[in-house]
């Protein structure tokens, strides 16, 4: 017979018949006797077994209650006001850059504010970053306690928070002498109201600081909000600007886009889904001349119609421009869904683009884009990853 020991802790067993060589305790066993016709467990009770040791490698004997250990809780009551008393002696500066240097986010930093007065003050002095992205209830005073109590800001995301507009737009204008990162996507902010808070910033602090500004739809009902008035603007009074996002801003068009090539610094540019057409190629390519390293323009009508290409010579024209264009930097380029796109365009975008990685034309062309057997080659050559595009069968080395 085998005898099992149970309990909360672990399990041992002994060999049936030998006495246990530590304290007896009461005991639940379950014996089984191997040849019992019934083949069942029956639980008895025995005063001797071994005493169990968990897999933590202590048993439940070694755990004493807390109300009995005062002494070791004295000791760490103590070392508990020493440690308060050591960061008592911290600066506020340094205090600061101990609790908010960029590792908490916005929801840990508000609750760490709480703790008392002095976290508090030193967090509205070192706080660079929010994300308050998806607050569907924020207001315009919310905003307004942000902007007045948050003195060195240059990160702001209030991305998909459908109840941000004008108002709230100038009720940021007191923390943005910093402001570099500027993310609106999917809110409610129109034309007017972003050509009022450029202007006033510029007209308190000088000039604006903005490098990233996303001012992008994500619905229909928004996709009519920012148009030309806003490019102007931000092409007149954002000079240092390096990324802009205008994906589904449908009141843009090519005037717009125009006024965007004043941009010197703009690495990254979003018209996807704009009313920009081919009248502003040769703009766009100006701004691509001027340093652009990402670009997406999809579903637009930038790119030429075939047929019109084919009319005296306009092919050769519009090659021409962009070889004329300086696309050195370029690295990145999206051209879903653009119907106009023909292969041998591709081809020479490709060719004038020399630092090209990367190009998606998923849904371009009427139907599919095929690349031939030299072209690929070409695109292994440079190790240039395009997406989208049918590519034929290598010859067969024997054939």
């Known amino acids: 017979m085998v005898v099992v020991c149970r309990t909360s802790f672990g399990v041992e067993t002994s060999p049936a018949g030998e006495s246990p060589p530590r304290k007896k305790r009461k005991t639940t066993v379950e014996s089984s006797h191997r040849g019992d016709d019934t083949g069942k467990f029956r639980t008895t009770t025995c005063s001797d077994a071994y005493r169990v040791i968990s897999p933590l490698g202590f048993g439940p004997s070694d755990f004493l209650p807390l109300d009995h250990a005062s002494k070791t809780k004295k000791c760490n009551r103590n070392k508990i006001c020493e440690d308060l008393d050591l960061v008592d002696t911290l600066s506020d500066d340094v205090l600061g850059r101990c609790?908010?240097?960029?590792?908490?986010?916005?929801?840990?930093?508000?609750?760490?504010?709480?703790?008392?007065?002095?976290?508090?003050?030193?967090?509205?002095?070192?706080?660079?970053?929010?994300?308050?992205?998806?607050?569907?209830n924020l207001t315009s005073s919310h905003?307004?306690?942000?902007?007045?109590?948050?003195?060195?800001?240059?990160?702001?995301?209030?991305?998909?928070?459908?109840?941000?507009?004008?108002?709230?737009?100038?009720?940021?204008?007191?923390?943005?002498?910093?402001?570099?990162?500027?993310?609106?996507?999917?809110?409610?902010?129109?034309?007017?109201?972003?050509?009022?808070?450029?202007?006033?910033?510029?007209?308190?602090?000088g000039g604006c600081s903005l490098e990233t500004l996303d001012l992008s739809a994500v619905n229909k009902e928004n996709s009519f909000l920012i148009g030309d008035e806003a490019a102007r603007s931000i092409s007149s009074y954002c000079p240092r600007l390096k990324s802009?996002?205008?994906?589904?801003?449908?009141?843009?068009?090519?005037?717009?886009?125009?006024?965007?090539?004043?941009?010197?610094?703009?690495?990254?540019?979003?018209?996807?889904?704009?009313?920009i057409t081919y009248a502003a190629f040769?703009?766009?390519?100006?701004?691509?001349?001027?340093?652009?390293?990402?670009?997406?323009?999809?579903?637009?009508?930038?790119?030429?119609?075939?047929?019109?290409?084919?009319?005296?010579?306009?092919?050769?024209?519009?090659?021409?421009?962009?070889?004329?264009?300086?696309?050195?930097?370029?690295?990145a380029l999206r051209l879903q869904f653009c119907p106009q796109l023909t292969t041998a365009l591709l081809e020479h975008i490709v060719q004038s683009a020399t630092s090209l990685k990367h190009v998606d034309v998923t849904h371009s062309g009427q139907g599919r884009l095929v690349i031939g057997r030299e072209f690929a080659k070409y695109l292994r050559h440079r190790r240039i990853q395009v997406e989208g595009a049918h590519r034929l069968a290598p010859l067969n080395f024997f054939t």
């Not at 996002?245 to 010197?264: F, I, M, N, P, R």
């Open 282 to 331: 040769y703009d766009l390519l100006q701004i691509v001349g001027s340093g652009l390293e990402v670009m997406d323009v999809s579903a637009t009508g930038i790119f030429p119609p075939p047929q019109l290409l084919q009319l005296d010579g306009n092919l050769e024209r519009t090659k021409d421009l962009i070889s004329g264009s300086n696309m050195q930097k370029l690295s």
């Open 99 to 136: 609790f908010f240097s960029g590792f908490l986010d916005t929801f840990d930093t508000a609750r760490l504010m709480m703790v008392n007065k002095r976290i508090r003050r030193a967090g509205f002095q070192k706080v660079h970053l929010l994300d308050l992205r998806r607050c569907e």
């Open 244 to 275: 802009l996002q205008l994906g589904w801003c449908k009141k843009l068009t090519d005037e717009g886009v125009k006024s965007l090539a004043s941009l010197e610094n703009l690495t990254t540019l979003d018209l996807s889904l704009t009313s």
């Open 143 to 205: 905003v307004s306690y942000i902007a007045s109590s948050f003195s060195n800001l240059t990160e702001l995301d209030f991305s998909y928070c459908s109840h941000f507009g004008g108002r709230c737009l100038e009720q940021l204008i007191p923390c943005s002498k910093n402001l570099r990162q500027l993310l609106l996507r999917g809110t409610r902010v129109h034309d007017m109201a972003l050509v009022y808070y450029l202007q006033e910033v510029h007209r308190k602090f």
